[in-house]
């Protein structure tokens, strides 16, 4: 096996710390044979976002707003069972929890700022549309 490939880097200097996540593993279903029998292979991996200080405040703030739907008491949970072996779904699962927190904490995008369309340019669209409709127009079969 081997030792774990953390800190799973959030953005910038910004990691999941350790002592804080809380790591649960079960039965996982699916292929394995008798070795899926005895061993617990499915992970689920909590983070208690809320109570965090591992984040900066106005990204916990994002968070929490941003996952809302997802947060029981204030804790993110995380499953991965994809895989046969418990370390690489520990590993899935930090990912996976990882990339859900940095898209959670990213900055909102910037607003779209509308410009006006130049004349020339609808007066060109204007123009070339009327050219089509005529050029179909002529495709009709009345001076036959």
Do not use: C
């Not at 350790?18 to 617990?40: I, K, Y």
Request: proline share 6%; charged share 30%; no cysteine.
């Amino acid at each position: 096996m081997g030792v774990m490939s953390g800190p799973y880097v959030i953005r910038g200097s910004v990691s999941l710390p350790e002592a804080e996540l809380m790591w649960r593993f079960s039965r996982s279903s699916g292929p394995g044979g008798q070795h899926v029998n005895t061993s617990d292979s499915q992970v689920e991996l909590r983070f208690d976002l809320a109570a965090t200080d591992a984040l900066p405040e106005v990204w916990k703030a994002r968070a929490l707003d941003r996952l809302a739907s997802r947060l029981v008491g204030g804790v993110i949970s995380v499953r991965a069972s994809e895989h046969r072996s418990q370390w690489r779904n520990r590993e899935t699962a930090a990912v996976r929890l990882a990339a859900l927190l940095a898209e959670a904490t990213a900055p909102p995008p910037k607003p779209r700022i509308k410009r006006k369309i130049p004349r020339g340019i609808n007066e060109r669209r204007l123009r070339e549309k009327k050219q089509r409709g005529d050029t179909k127009r002529g495709r009709s079969g009345r001076d036959w």
